[in-house]
């Protein structure tokens, strides 16, 4: 069993779109969460970073972590075909340990 | 400044031959890290480096992969004795601060073909 699972899709939504990408864990260890955008051909870059449990919002994007049940979603409200691109999630386990496990990564394909 | 660059973007070699993989940070920036990633699939950590120091390099998948960073910058993975199952992009990240909200930026990486 992988340390961190996530659907590989793809996915296709239309445009305005509420998306939904998940990741789940098995690693309890892990304290800090997630989540990278790659667009195709490209490196990944961050999109948001969490602490433990809770949600973070950022503009139309909300990271949730559920600890409990080692579940983490990134939210994508009002869909744009820009947002098109690979979504991977990443986690890590306390402060200061810089090794990052990333979960294979969602297609998302927004549909004008 | 600019990003992270790694060169060659582009590397084709026969098996058997010896490669390396440069990596240039953000300026500044603390920590260096290395991964492969492989077509449809999440990056895979190899290693990585505070100042000149290699922290970790769990990741590396055998003893034909090293890597240096001798002055705190400047990173290169070096591949030995390559073989066909070493295709793939390697990519290489860089941070400002260690541990924490560690914000990573990688760099374009670089496409390796053994043939």
């Known amino acids: 069993q992988k340390e961190v699972e996530q659907d590989p899709g793809p996915l296709s939504v239309p445009e305005g779109a509420i998306v939904s990408l998940n990741c789940t864990y098995s690693?309890?260890?892990?304290?800090?969460f997630m989540w990278y955008r790659q667009y195709s051909r490209k490196g990944p870059e961050l999109l948001m970073y969490t602490y433990s449990s809770g949600n973070k919002e950022d503009g139309r994007f909300t990271a949730q972590v559920d600890k409990s049940s080692k579940y983490i979603s990134l939210f994508i409200r009002d869909s744009q075909p820009s947002d098109s691109a690979t979504y991977l999630c990443a986690m890590v386990p306390s402060g200061g340990y810089q090794k990052v496990t990333f979960g294979i990564g969602t297609k998302l394909q927004v549909i004008p | 400044g600019a990003g992270v660059s790694q060169s060659p973007r582009y590397k084709v070699t026969k098996r058997g031959q010896d490669v390396a993989l440069r990596c240039d940070p953000i300026?500044?920036?603390?920590?260096l890290y290395w991964y492969r990633q492989a077509l449809g699939q999440g990056p895979e950590f190899l290693t990585y480096?505070?100042?000149?120091?290699?922290?970790?390099k769990s990741g590396l998948p055998n003893d034909r992969f090293s890597a240096e960073r001798p002055e705190g910058s400047i990173s290169t993975l070096t591949i030995q004795r390559t073989e066909q199952r070493d295709s793939a992009m390697y990519r290489c990240?860089?941070?400002?601060?260690?541990?924490?909200?560690?914000?990573?930026?990688f760099g374009p990486g670089t496409r390796l073909t053994v043939l």
């Open positions: 690693n309890s260890a892990f304290q800090y």
């Open positions: 990240a860089s941070s400002l601060i260690r541990g924490g909200e560690n914000t990573q930026y």
């Open positions: 300026s500044g920036h603390v920590s």
């Open positions: 480096f505070n100042y000149e120091a290699q922290q970790d």
